[in-house]
Structure formats: structure tokens, C-alpha cells
């Protein structure tokens, strides 16, 4: 079974590397999908991040990375894929991607499935990781090492 997980993933945390791994563990195929969500400001571009990721599970043979431009449901097609996976770490993620997940199953026939986080990562996310950075804060326990490099790069 081969599955997708889309995200902004700007910047990827510990989190979404921690949800990605899992999925590996449980599917034959994952494919994480980087796009722009045009509601949240950007820190990297898709290509920084599709990168980052790149390098993150550079080791990882059934984790592939790839971004895209449009509808999710668009990109499940082209790309083959039987599912889509989201991660939810609390009831605040469950109202909006409920909707996106009956949205999706509405314009095409892609089933949603959900995966809880882990209890460590449930307050993370990458909004607060930009913001804990834009105030010169301390990030190096939420993102992995691959993204605090380029982090620091950025300064
Ligand atoms: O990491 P995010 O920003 O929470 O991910 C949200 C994302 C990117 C998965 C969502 O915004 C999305 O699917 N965008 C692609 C455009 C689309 O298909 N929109 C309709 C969803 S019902």
C-alpha cells in the first residue's frame, strides 16, 4: 500500500519526522507531498523543504519526497496513491481536517486515514517553532539537526 502525507513541512519538525517514520513502519510506500499553504507565512521555499527532507530520510528506502502545485486530491491521482495520511495531535487539528478529509472524499475517491502523534510531540508545530525562532528562541529540541543547520544559515 502506498500512501501520502501532505504537509507545508516549513519547516519539517520532529513531529511530522516522527509521523513519517511510523508510516513507514506500516505501509510499503510513502510519499510525503511539500506545498505551499497560501494561508501561513513561509520561511523556506518548497525546494529548501523538499530538500531537508530529502536529506532526512536519505537512509529511509521506502520514503520518497516529492511537491506539488494545485489540489491534493489531483496529486494523489498522478501519483497512484491509496491513501492519504495525516497526522492529528489534538481535537484542534480534528474539526479542520475532518472537513479536508470529507472534502477530499467528496472530489475524488481518496480515503483519509488519521494517525495520532506521539504524546512528546502533541504541542508541536511548525508555526511556533517560527515563531519561537523569529524571536532568536531556542528550536534545537523541536526540528532535527538537518533543519536547525539551515536554519542558522538563514539568520
Ligand atoms: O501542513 P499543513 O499546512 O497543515 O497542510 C495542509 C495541506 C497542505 C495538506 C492542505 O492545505 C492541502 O491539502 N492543500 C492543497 C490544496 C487542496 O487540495 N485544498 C483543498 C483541501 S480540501
Not at 510525503?32 to 521555499?45: A, D, T
Not at 495520511?85 to 481536517?97: N, P, Q, S, W
Not at 472534502?103 to 483519509?112: C, D, G, V
Not at 502533541?122 to 517553532?129: I, P, Q
Request: hydrophobic content about 40%.
Amino acid at each position: 500500500m502506498k500512501v501520502l502525507i501532505p504537509g507545508s513541512f516549513d519547516p519539517p519538525t520532529n513531529g511530522h519526522i516522527d509521523v513519517i517514520n511510523r508510516c513507514s513502519k506500516i505501509f510499503n510506500n510513502v510519499l510525503v507531498g511539500v506545498v505551499i499553504n497560501p494561508s501561513k507565512k513561509s520561511l523556506f521555499s518548497k525546494e529548501d523543504r523538499k530538500l531537508m527532507l530529502e536529506e532526512i530520510f536519505k537512509k529511509n528506502s521506502n520514503v520518497e519526497i516529492d511537491s506539488f502545485e494545485g489540489l491534493l486530491v489531483d496529486f494523489a491521482e498522478q501519483k497512484k496513491v491509496n491513501a492519504i495520511v495525516k497526522g492529528l495531535r489534538a481535537i484542534t487539528d480534528f474539526d479542520y481536517e475532518f472537513q479536508m478529509a470529507q472534502l477530499n472524499s467528496t472530489l475524488a475517491s481518496f480515503e483519509t486515514i488519521f494517525i495520532p502523534s506521539s504524546p512528546e510531540y502533541g504541542y508541536l508545530s511548525s508555526s511556533m517553532v517560527k515563531e519561537i525562532y523569529s524571536y532568536g528562541g531556542d528550536v534545537s529540541s523541536l526540528v532535527p539537526k538537518e533543519v536547525l543547520n539551515r536554519m542558522k544559515n538563514e539568520r
